[in-house]
């Protein structure tokens, strides 16, 4: 849905939708202190809802990654491609892997592709896209030089391909990996003459190592899924590649962040595609690509599917790890607003929640309580991102603080003491997820030191502190932006 492409009354509508979370957010955070001056039972009750919601979502994400992460330790385990091979025709399915990448070091994409060499599913049926950005220059060229060199072999096709700047486009990955994608389905499907029905298309970020099962577990769900052609596949994205290297705060808050994603993969009215994911090269054929005017393109492709698809769509579960680089720099500072600036490009997704309302509202014709139900979830967890944090960490302080008179009341003296009980029922979910991140983490490397690993349980004292700066302060940042209209352009996480 290229702006360009909208009427001038479509566009003030898109703007005003842009403009909402941000005056939402910014309410919510904001009502506690003025809200403790003239309604301030009302501030109670709501920090006490907010104190409630959090448990519920604590025990919630705890219960589910249990669940979720002794799924993974089945599937990987499991004979993926002796199942696949129970269909006729599993050997008629191929799978196109588009890498877009921009900056990044040689060692990351030889990692990644290393690790699609290492597949059990049949290495020729797999057609590589390397999707390299011309304005990074003799840089780019050289990289693809030394990566033809020692991949060209490994897979049935290997392209490597320069995506232009282009007028109209925002630079990113959507972009590029729109333009890998348009160049698989012509090699593959135009001049090979690949039957598209059996065909799969992966979106895989260039730092990211899939599972060696991954493609056989994908070949089965799809063959075994009459609905093939409105699924997408998610596997569980886990920040482990770098974890040991990183400085206290980035580590904790990457740990946190793969046990949240570990939990979401059984969570199907939740789910949505993230950061690498597959899908049947004909539902994105029929959707017309990855959008190419968006920073954000992993929630954006999903919603385009959805209503492209009257509903239709929905993300399956792939259980088995995929795993990617958490922010590094070099030193701890840079190390630090890498990681804000990556948590704020991800909190730009609140940018596809005007896409989502106006489709909401544009598209006829599919169960209005589906759709109500699935884009309130998404338009929500938006909206709260910057302002849980506010909510749970100070709010219970705020009305006894400014208002004595309330401060003398029962509700008054009562309501921090009420809250703190709250949250600490929560650290009964903390101890569960510490337990997976503990199990799914990668053990600490040969030179780890033994102080950094007795001290690895107790990291998580700093959740609060990190919480703030890589959670609430990044989402206000990216909610602020969108209410002033100051689009963010993208910035590829820096890696070391």
């Not at 703190?420 to 780890?448: M, R």
Request: glycine fraction near 4%.
């Amino acid at each position: 849905m290229p702006k360009d492409s909208l009427s001038s009354k479509d566009k003030k509508l898109l703007r005003r939708l842009e403009i909402l979370p941000g005056l939402i957010s910014w309410s919510l955070i904001i009502f506690p202190i003025w809200g403790s001056l003239v309604v301030p039972v009302a501030v109670a009750y709501y920090i006490i809802a907010f104190d409630v919601y959090w448990l519920y979502r604590s025990f919630w994400t705890a219960t589910l990654s249990l669940l979720s992460f002794y799924r993974i330790k089945a599937s990987q385990a499991f004979d993926w491609l002796g199942e696949a091979r129970s269909f006729l025709d599993w050997d008629q399915v191929k799978h196109i892997v588009v890498i877009p990448t921009y900056q990044e070091p040689l060692y990351i994409l030889e990692r990644t592709l290393g690790g699609l060499a290492k597949q059990t599913f049949p290495t020729a049926n797999l057609t590589v896209i390397l999707s390299f950005e011309t304005r990074e220059g003799p840089n780019a060229r050289a990289k693809a030089r030394a990566l033809n060199q020692k991949f060209a072999r490994s897979f049935g096709n290997f392209f490597i391909t320069y995506h232009p700047d282009l007028p109209g486009e925002v630079k990113g990955k959507s972009s590029n990996t729109a333009w890998g994608a348009k160049l698989a389905k012509q090699k593959l499907i135009d001049e090979q003459k690949t039957d598209i029905d059996y065909v799969t298309i992966t979106s895989n970020d260039a730092d990211a190592v899939l599972h060696p099962q991954y493609f056989s577990y994908l070949t089965f769900k799809f063959l075994d899924d009459p609905n093939r052609y409105r699924r997408i596949w998610q596997s569980a994205i886990q920040f482990y590649n770098n974890i040991w290297r990183l400085p206290v705060m980035s580590r904790v808050f990457n740990r946190i962040s793969s046990v949240v994603q570990t939990s979401l993969l059984l969570r199907k009215d939740r789910l949505i595609n993230f950061s690498t994911y597959s899908l049947s090269l004909k539902l994105v054929d029929q959707i017309g690509y990855w959008d190419t005017d968006v920073i954000p393109e992993d929630y954006r492709m999903f919603f385009k599917a959805y209503f492209a698809t009257r509903g239709k769509v929905e993300v399956e579960p792939i259980f088995l790890p995929s795993f990617c680089d958490a922010a590094e720099s070099t030193g701890w500072w840079k190390t630090t607003t890498n990681q804000y600036e990556q948590v704020k490009r991800w909190a730009w997704g609140v940018s596809d929640d005007a896409y989502i309302i106006y489709q909401w509202l544009k598209v006829k014709r599919m169960p209005f309580w589906e759709k109500t139900i699935r884009s309130l979830a998404v338009v929500r967890d938006h909206i709260l991102w910057p302002v849980t944090w506010f909510a749970i960490t100070l709010g219970a302080n705020i009305p006894p603080l400014l208002n004595q008179d309330f401060n003398r009341t029962i509700i008054g003296k009562t309501l921090p003491q009420v809250s703190s009980g709250i949250l600490t029922l929560s650290l009964l979910a903390l101890a569960a997820i510490i337990f997976v991140d503990w199990q799914q983490k990668p053990k600490a490397p040969e030179g780890t030191s033994r102080f950094k690993r007795l001290l690895s349980p107790f990291e998580f004292v700093f959740l609060p502190i990190i919480g703030f700066f890589f959670t609430a302060l990044p989402g206000l940042d990216a909610h602020t932006r969108l209410l002033l209209g100051r689009y963010m352009e993208y910035r590829v996480t820096e890696k070391v």
